[in-house]
């Protein structure tokens, strides 16, 4: 056996893997985290994941905040008395949920 300067050794080393389970587990969990992220914007964004649909809002005439964003808060806002038009009944379990009915200034 003769060698020459310009014989080179060339050695290939091929790595295939028949384990096809890893890569099934990371296709499924991008798919869930991509179903996710349009759940959460279809459903509102980050808060509604807190608070679902029915309970959003209920119950905050008690909290001190304008909740529905019309300028009064809690004893100021119609929304919180059965009877608005007089201004009866206060109840902090009711829902201040009408922005278009908060007078300037609160309760007269």
Do not use: F, H
């Not at 290939?12 to 798919?31: A, R, W």
């Not at 119950?59 to 001190?64: A, F, R, V």
């Amino acid at each position: 056996m003769t060698s020459k300067a310009e014989d080179k050794l060339e050695i290939v080393v091929q790595v295939e893997s028949k384990d096809t389970s890893s890569k099934v587990i990371l296709i499924m969990l991008i798919i869930v985290l991509v179903g996710l992220v349009i759940a959460v914007m279809i459903s509102g964004g980050p808060d509604a994941l807190l608070t679902s649909g029915d309970d959003r809002g209920v119950g905050n005439c008690g909290d001190g905040i304008d909740n529905d964003q019309g300028g009064q808060s809690d004893r100021d806002d119609p929304d919180c008395y059965a009877n608005p038009e007089v201004w009866e009944g206060y109840d902090p379990s009711r829902t201040e949920a009408n922005r278009d009915n908060d007078p300037p200034g609160g309760r007269p």
